[in-house]
């Protein structure tokens, strides 16, 4: 479905000559092409499924994120602003991102679920988390709020 959905989006930077999401969609289709030959030399014929086509996305989400911090650091704000230009263009692809109280009381729905009661079942509320929410929610903030919820530091 993602697929189908970045072709589409390919079509239409050609016919609105979008510079930001005619290159964005191709490197995005560029990743996921080098992804799927990792995968095949792996045993996976088929390439990717959807939830890693979504991991990928939200890596590079990440990425640009960090790029942007560097670059706002150094003075380069032309450069920042592209990178958020195509954060945008990536995001078009990705689910919804829940609100911090989305999320907060999305964590505690899965502690309450799995009976997670310490931080010795921290992998298996992670687990969860990255199955019902992927692409959805930021999992290094999900940690850190998995971790104050079971007891620990955040």
Do not use: H, N, W
């Amino acid at each position: 479905m993602i697929r189908e959905q970045l072709t589409e989006a390919l079509k239409e930077g050609m016919r609105s000559k979008d510079q930001t999401l005619l290159s964005t969609v191709r490197l995005i289709l560029a990743a996921l092409k080098d992804r799927d030959i990792a995968a095949r030399g792996k045993g996976q014929p088929q390439g990717l499924s959807d939830e890693e086509v979504l991991a990928m996305l939200a890596g590079m989400v990440k990425q640009r994120t960090e790029s942007i911090t560097l670059y706002e650091q150094g003075g380069r704000l032309e450069l920042a602003e592209a990178e958020r230009q195509e954060i945008e263009v990536i995001r078009r692809f990705m689910p919804r991102q829940l609100s911090a109280e989305e999320a907060g009381d999305a964590v505690r729905a899965v502690i309450a679920e799995c009976g997670a009661s310490g931080l010795k079942d921290m992998g298996r509320v992670m687990a969860a988390l990255k199955e019902r929410f992927a692409g959805q929610v930021d999992m290094a903030k999900a940690s850190a709020l998995a971790k104050r919820e079971l007891g620990g530091p955040a």
